[in-house]
């Protein structure tokens, strides 16, 4: 027995075909007779489209009920938008409600009326609908997806969000795999109609159906964290989890909340709560300029006071053409060490409140980098993806650059993951201009454990330590420096120089994304700026050429910044802008660059290696061991390159720009040592820190 009719909200009845039936209709649900056995009626509970009350005093940023037809491709509601991909479908639900018949020819791309991710910076939000899924076997489900990269990655180390809708069964994925994969929560439903309630909370996953709770799982991932800073992409009725998977069946009132936002009060309050600065009187000394951040949540500023203005300069100085320098600088004390209190305000509108954080700021060293006397050599490398420990931290030491000394055996590391990809690819070393902290970054990626590259989908994160002594290093963090570029599939080769200029690090690494505004694709190099490897200005492009996975860069001593760059062969380019600054003129690293050669030509038939040389490292030897040019010791530079097949292979020159042999020479003689050296960041030492490392870290 089939019954059709319709029904108003209010309860009123419009029509019916066969009134010797008795129904019920009030807001919110409709009682629809069924016919069961033995000619008797049953009640069934079907959603009328309205909302549930677990989404009562949110607020709604996106609304689709697909009464209105796409305007321009569009389906426009509470200030998102819906792009139509195929041809649009239509049904009709209870009630006589047009319904949105969603399939692999049909399905809907969600962001923002301004073209901006709809979830950037939500650490919760729910989303309503009610639906109708086909029983079809090629309903895979998917009506909800969630990703940062619009790449599918291998599942178990894929970060998304699925809403996966079937007959007889509702599952939501909510992924940050790490190798491996966690059942999401999931509730049996009952076929036809449901109103359907998905809350993404920070700590939880929660399923409602027709607003009763089913299942709740804790999640120890946030939001964020899955779909990085950005927000991601949005899709109703497809995912691109391992493949591209689609829904089919009948949406309607498909809705999107997230939290109301508290009041002004509210907002300095939160803000205030959640301010930290990663510094310390107990642990986390500081050792350089700092980071004083501008604005916290919801959009707060925030200004800064100290009760000592001698050591902290909470001022920002603007510099023409370049990047400027942040407040923050911090001139360390000579005699002993100083406890310092920073005053925050934080303000919205009229309202404002203060936190003090209080830290130590260490003495000054007696020697400073710039008067160190190096006479040794730290090359920090991997040995490869053939095995768990090959893609992990190794040390080698040597006095001349010449002879190479493994402080560990292979399979016996320095340092470890433990955490993200669990592995570490492309290491990278550097002293602070103060001369007494250290810090070594590294690419978060196991080729090893995911089994392949997956450089379409991997980690955003760099891996970080820090260290006083090279011998003691302190617990690894990640630091995510790409999550905020728009549809950043990776963030591997990362490498820093300090730029005297803004007191800060510039660190660039290599992420594969959306085409530039250059039209290129593929891997392109990004740099941020750093004070603590905490808090990492945004990311921006930086060499816009294609296909690029390495560069590696050093200031020489004709007053250029140089770099070399793998681009299927190693490209040499200088920098040619200045910053001039109190009457002192400096390189510009952000400025025009110009190509003067590259190791291909400079060595014509000698160079072997072809497109296949990868992680070039530049580095200035130590005075003692620079080469006689033109009857003058000059100083003379390092550049290791890495053919994978055959580790690195040394060159080196007294002229960076120069496109002749000499004086650029292939190295001879080199003896590496026994362990493969892959990509790694070679930086000097002093003979006290070479002879630490040999008595505190090897292992013979």
Known sequence: MIMVFECCLNGTPKKTMDMQFRFLCFCGLMLLPVSVAGGDTAVQFVPAFGDSKIVQGMELIAKFDFEDAPVDGFFIGAGAKAMVNGTAAYGIGPGGSKTARLSSDFWLEVTKEDDGPLLAGLSEFTVSYDSNPSANAANNGSVFYAARTIRS?????????????????????????????????????????????????????????????????????????????????????????????????????????????????????VARETLTLPYGLDKNHVYGNITLPKTALYGTTLTWKTNRPDIVDVNEYAIPDYAPRLAGTVTRPTGADVIVTMTATISFRSVSDTKEFTFTVKKAPQIPTSLLETEAYLLVHFTGEGNATGEQVYFALSKDAKKWEDTRRDGNPILRSTIGDRGLRDPWIIRSPEGDKFYLLATDLSVNQRGGWDWKASSTNLAVWESHDLVNWGEMRLVDVAGSIHDAGSAWAPECVYDEITGDYFVYWATLSHRSANGNTGSMIYSARTRDFHSFTKPTLWIDTNDIIDTTVVKAADGHWYRATQTKT????????????????????????????????????????????????????????????????SPTYGLYVDPPRYGYMPFYTTDIGAITRPPWFAGTGIDMGSLKKRHGGIMTITLDEYNAIMKGLAIP
């Open 153 to 269: 990655s291998k599942i178990n180390w894929a970060r998304f969000l699925n809403v996966i809708d079937k007959t007889g069964s509702i599952e939501v994925q909510r992924y940050y795999n790490t190798g491996t994969r966690a059942l999401g929560p999931r509730a049996a439903r009952s076929d036809g109609w449901r109103h359907l309630d998905i809350v993404f909370s920070k700590a939880s996953t929660k399923i409602y159906i027709d607003g009763v709770l089913k299942v709740t799982q804790p999640s120890d991932y946030p939001i964020e964290q899955v779909l990085s800073e950005t927000g991601g992409f949005l899709y109703i009725g497809k995912s691109n989890a391992e493949a591209n998977l689609f829904f089919l069946g009948e949406i309607a009132n498909f809705k999107i909340w997230k939290p109301a936002d508290p009041d002004n009060a509210g907002k300095v309050a």
């Open 570 to 633: 190693i490209r040499i380019d200088k920098s040619v802008d200045t910053v001039t600054i109190n009457g002192k003129t400096y390189p510009s690293l952000t400025g025009g660059w110009e190509t003067t050669g590259t190791l291909q030509h400079i060595f014509e038939g000698a160079w072997r290696y072809g497109s296949s040389a990868e992680g070039p490292e530049l580095f200035l030897y130590n005075k003692k061991d620079w080469l006689m040019a033109d009857g003058v010791l």
